[in-house]
């Protein structure tokens, strides 16, 4: 069983920046793609961000490209979410996800392993 567990959330205002981070626990860490999903209120869960296991390749939606950026740390066991140029839209739980079979990019029912998620809030 692997748990993750987020943490970084918080209020910003339009502009500012959070940086989200995802310490997983259990089986290897390296073996795992691993993505970033939101939820805003009364919307479905998206995929924001995903990267391989090595590292080398990323993906990142429409609404976020050139604004977050995601990276990993294997020998840490952690995935980290670099926000910048927070918008109000970006309001929503965010969620760390892994993905044992390797989907590419990962959607929803490909991953594995949910974290509970933590509440990133960007007031204008």
């Known amino acids: 069983q692997v748990q993750l567990v987020e943490s970084g959330g918080g209020l910003v205002q339009a502009g500012g920046s959070l940086r989200l981070s995802c310490a997983a626990s259990g089986r290897t860490f390296s073996s795992y793609v691993m993505g970033w999903f939101r939820q805003a209120p009364g919307k479905e869960r998206d995929v924001v961000a995903a990267i391989t296991r090595s590292g080398l390749l990323t993906y990142y939606a429409l609404s976020v490209k050139g604004r977050f950026s995601i990276s990993r740390d294997n020998a840490k066991n952690t995935v980290y979410l670099q926000m910048n140029s927070l918008k109000p839209e970006d309001t929503a739980v965010y969620y760390c996800?892994?993905?044992?079979?390797?989907?590419?990019?990962?959607?929803?029912?490909?991953?594995?392993?949910w974290g509970k998620g933590t509440l990133v809030t960007v007031s204008s």
């Open positions: 996800a892994a993905d044992v079979g390797g989907s590419w990019p990962p959607g929803n029912y490909d991953m594995d392993y």
